[in-house]
């Protein structure tokens, strides 16, 4: 199927760009049913994109597309679309991930060019469709319960007794309700190294933002700082987390009477419930969809999640817990 869904879309590529495309160039897939494929047009390289309609329906991608462009965030041009086949060519914004540039000496200047994207992408709360959806109670819960569901039970084959399930209960209701005591903004859900794209100027620019919602106002930022792919020394981190709350004060986002330590919490306890999600849906990848490469990032987010909730006492019974019981599963797991 997929072999023939590639030859239907190489036939529209060439029917839309006028030229004879050769087999697909492969870019890359990602933790979805999406693929990526460069093509050529008569001046330059185009992306071509497969989105199979009943698992990856275009129309959330292209109404927040519009919706970002108006916001003056730098996101991919849609040329041409065929939502009923679900193919769409879009402008090429070159094969250089963030992640392929950061390193010690230039991560600051990286990471102050994202930041400083953020407060736009805060301020998309709807699109021509509507506003976003909500980052509720019930997504959130969803999301956590990936971890149960697919890394402790199925990947570890752990089932919980009685008092781990109370533990691990009391501890989702403190991700969910710091959650949704922060300040709603718009979210792009997935904002870190591997969705930002460097450009020829050492400029950014922002993709895979089809699944934005409105949400935690520290979501984004601790998605970025706090990556599931590349790790820096918690006091960097800290500092630049920080260094936004002032300036989304400036920019009148944030309330100035939110403190550091508020700041502080929020963003930790959101970093915590990302790689919760995270490490669940790494090991979803692996057991349903065949992509074992991602199990090589679950010991880091999991070691993220030990090292930040020993932070805080209420969530050390569950840090404790993570330390003694999950992650010598987790080392001995490859």
């Keep these: 199927m997929e072999d023939q869904r590639e030859i239907a879309l190489q036939a529209w590529c060439e029917a839309q760009t006028g030229?004879?495309?050769?087999?697909?160039?492969?870019?890359?897939?990602?933790?979805?049913?999406?693929?990526?494929?460069?093509?050529?047009?008569?001046?330059?390289?185009?992306?071509?994109?497969?989105?199979?309609?009943?698992?990856?329906?275009?129309?959330?991608?292209?109404?927040?597309?519009?919706?970002?462009?108006?916001?003056?965030?730098?996101?991919?041009?849609?040329?041409?679309?065929?939502?009923?086949?679900?193919?769409?060519?879009?402008?090429?914004?070159?094969?250089?991930?963030?992640?392929?540039?950061?390193?010690?000496?230039?991560?600051r200047q990286y990471y102050a060019q994202a930041l400083a994207m953020l407060p736009a992408i805060m301020r998309v709360q709807e699109t021509a469709d509507g506003p976003l959806p909500a980052y509720n109670e019930a997504l959130l819960t969803r999301e956590l319960n990936l971890f149960h569901d697919w890394l402790l039970e199925q990947q570890l084959s752990l089932t919980l007794d009685a008092r781990e399930r109370q533990l691990w209960g009391d501890f989702c209701q403190q991700m969910i309700d710091n959650a949704l005591q922060q300040p709603t903004v718009g979210v792009h859900r997935d904002y870190h190294s591997r969705n930002l794209m460097v450009q020829p100027d050492h400029s950014l620019a922002v993709i895979d933002f089809q699944d934005a919602v409105c949400g935690p106002i520290t979501y984004d930022a601790v998605s970025l700082l706090r990556d599931c792919y590349i790790e820096w020394p918690d006091a960097w981190v800290d500092e630049l987390a920080q260094q936004l709350r002032t300036n989304l004060q400036a920019e009148q986002i944030l309330a100035s009477d939110v403190s550091a330590t508020d700041w502080q919490r929020w963003f930790d306890y959101m970093g915590l419930q990302r790689h919760t999600k995270a490490a669940g849906i790494f090991a979803r990848l692996a057991i349903r969809d065949g992509k074992d490469g991602y199990l090589n990032d679950v010991p880091r987010t999991l070691s993220y999640m030990i090292r930040i909730a020993a932070r805080y006492p209420a969530l050390q019974p569950f840090q404790q817990w993570l330390q003694r019981r999950v992650w010598p599963l987790v080392a001995n797991m490859r």
């Design 19 to 107: 030229l004879a495309q050769q087999a697909l160039q492969s870019v890359s897939g990602d933790a979805s049913f999406r693929r990526y494929f460069r093509v050529q047009s008569e001046d330059n390289s185009l992306i071509a994109v497969d989105c199979p309609p009943q698992q990856e329906p275009l129309l959330p991608f292209l109404a927040i597309a519009e919706a970002y462009a108006q916001g003056n965030i730098p996101v991919p041009q849609v040329l041409a679309v065929d939502i009923e086949k679900g193919f769409m060519l879009q402008s090429d914004l070159g094969q250089t991930l963030l992640l392929s540039k950061l390193r010690r000496d230039n991560m």
